[in-house]
């Protein structure tokens, strides 16, 4: 199926560093939904994005919906070693009268303490 | 948000047996999914479980293989039929929010399978 590409694949930073990675599509999307993936663990909601252009913040992230309704932005600041797992957008698309979110491809981040 | 259990947590299976796995929401929800993660892989909907009625599937899933049921607004299932190595995945179960929340989608904690 469609999947959203998401920059960078996999990233090394050392504790205490801002990280900054983005979603892209060739489609319009109306919502953006950020997540956190942990080892053995299922996704977890971070962030919800609803209008272009929307800045919004849960904690040391930041996520904003691009004014293109294309693609999307997380942002952390000061990592921490917890903040280590695979991030994953997902976009909004209406197929044949119902809404479904297509998954990115995922950016693993590392943190070195 | 909802909290979703689901059973087995884990499983090693031999090829050519089925598995069902169980979704528990703690709320009624209209909505409920079943996803499908690959090795090192992003999140493939298989299905949207739809209570009362046969689930929709996306293309590339068929029912015989992953036959599903939605009994009530809190409970479904999903069977891996007739496994291969190839259905070595987790498999997870998702809702969307209720009301205002509804453009939300929350995930269970996933069924990790391993097909021998």
């Known amino acids: 199926g469609q999947q959203l590409n998401q920059s960078p694949q996999s990233m090394f930073i050392q504790e205490g560093e801002d990280v900054s990675m983005n979603c892209t599509s060739s489609?319009?999307?109306?919502?953006w939904l950020w997540y956190k993936q942990d080892p053995g663990e299922g996704p977890v909601l971070l962030i919800a994005?609803?209008?272009?252009?929307e800045l919004t913040s849960n904690g040391r992230l930041t996520a904003q919906f691009g004014i293109t309704r294309k693609d999307s932005f997380l942002n952390i600041s000061a990592s921490i070693p917890s903040d280590v797992g695979i991030y994953f957008c997902a976009g909004q698309e209406r197929v044949s009268g119902t809404y479904k979110y297509i998954f990115g491809t995922g950016t693993r981040l590392k943190v070195l303490a | 948000s909802a909290v979703i259990s689901q059973k087995p947590s884990r499983d090693i299976c031999q090829r050519g047996t089925s598995l069902t796995i169980q979704c528990q929401v703690d709320?009624?929800?209209?909505?409920m999914f079943w996803y499908r993660q690959q090795p090192g892989q992003s999140l493939t909907l298989i299905a949207t479980a739809n209570q009362g009625s046969e689930a929709t599937y996306e293309s590339g899933f068929v029912i015989d293989k992953f036959p599903i049921s939605r009994p009530n607004l809190t409970f479904s299932t999903l069977t891996v039929s007739n496994m291969s190595p190839e259905d070595s995945s987790i498999y997870l179960c998702?809702?969307?929010?209720?009301?205002?929340?509804?453009?939300?989608?929350?995930f269970g904690p996933g069924t990790r399978l391993t097909v021998l």
């Open positions: 489609s319009i999307f109306n919502t």
């Open positions: 994005l609803y209008k272009a252009g």
């Open positions: 709320s009624q929800v209209t909505m």
């Open positions: 998702s809702v969307r929010g209720e009301g205002s929340g509804y453009n939300e989608q929350f």
